[in-house]
């Protein structure tokens, strides 16, 4: 565990001192880094592994911001300690079979991928449902604020849910070792401070933890000698963007002594089989399939693709995530988790459901109904106040301003508009940095930030609770004019949250 710096939240004299002085300091970073800094600090990056690989096999740092973000910590505590809660939902979601697909069926006539992955979940059978279960999440939040250039808005507002990654819950070896470096910068300014908070920073190791367990359940159970895990990934020759991010959690489970291995979805189109119940890819027989791919319609692009992720599910191998927990992930059951008499279902208290109904924003449904048509309006008369979502994860997939109002305009009278959910925008607070990419330093600009929180989860087949904890921490940093945010396609930056 990490020390992360921090200063006390309690807003007196002496604190704001505090505030004001390590924003000056953060301010000097930020004047005296110019272009003649970009070649050392990229050489640091590519010394602590924060690099991305292009098409030709070269490795190049990730866009990385130059100083670490504000981050009110009482909110984030908040935050960070209802992850556990949040995981043992949407296993218990995912588990409520028939309300899951009396769900699902609309959005299923209008968007294929919904179908086909609906489809392999309504074809489970009972035992396949009660299989050990292991997710590596990740949430993401904004903080919302009510006026984002107040000089301390990221004290005044709360953590508000942006999505949950289940598949593309990636950059888990970017966040420990930005924090290092900006560690590392800050202490050379010699910046100090009252209290230092511990939280969980070496993300890989822990995300590994619930890897490692699916392994030792799976081998326990099967008596498997040479069983693997295998890393999936969408890359067929080998070289792919996310390479030292997937490669990290192959060095770790090698130093945990799993035997782990890469296979790209058409590797295993061409060499899987289900035979006898177990999956194998060649000779070697598959103890968990770790997804880092299947979440996007581009990857199931024939019948043979949707086999292979049917005969995931059917076989005895661990997938993670599951069928079931990816199915519940879409973006209408967060809309529906947002409704109290839903989500109370799944929770034990009462201010459990209170404290997870805090988390959310105004998500509003889109079917041809006079609600939906209605909320619809609203997003046509109010484009910069909304954003349409399609049932997907990861980035890239929204649509916004204009593009929203034209695509809801299309849309009247269309069924097919139920596929979307409408979220309100987020005003989270506006902080000065730079950002570093392809070798390129921007001008000092205004920036929003965007925080994940990662955490491992793992059932035995009866469903107890074996692992649930939060395991790291992600800061994604971007120039305020951009929508998406992104880092693999170039949009944000890594970054790291400085505590106050």
Known sequence: TLQHYFIQSNLSMVDQEKIDAIKSALHEILESTSGNDVRSIELNMASRGILHVNENAVSYPVSMAIVPTLINYKDYKSTHDIQTTLNLVLDRMSRDKEFVVSCLAPVAQHDTMVKGLM?????????????????????DYMYQTTDPTDKNAFLNGKFQMVEVNLIAASMGHFTENMLHYHHSVLGLKRVKYSHEYNAPTDTIRGLCKGLKLGYELYTSQWRSENAVVVLVNDATGGTLTNYFDHQSVLNQLSRLGVPAVRHSFDQIKEQGKLEEGRYYIGDREVAVFYLRTLYDPKSFVSERCWEVRREMEHSAAITVPNIRHQIVNMKLFQMLLSQRDILSRYCDTLEETDSILNLFTDTLPLDLNEEGDRNAQLGIDNPGMYVLKPQREGGGNNIWDDEMKETLES????????????????????????????????EEMDTVSELGLYSVFGTAADGSILLNEVVGTLVRTKNIADNEGGVGC???????????
């Open 490 to 500: 170039g949009i944000a930056a890594v970054n790291s949250p400085l505590f106050v």
């Open 411 to 442: 849309l009247s009278g269309d069924p097919a508009r139920s596929q979307y959910i409408l979220m309100r925008r987020f005003t989270p607070p506006i902080l000065r940095n730079k950002i570093l990419k392809l070798g390129v330093l921007s």
């Open 119 to 139: 489809e392999i979940y309504i074809s489970l059978p009972d035992s396949n449902l009660q299989k050990p279960a292991i997710g590596l999440h990740r949430h």
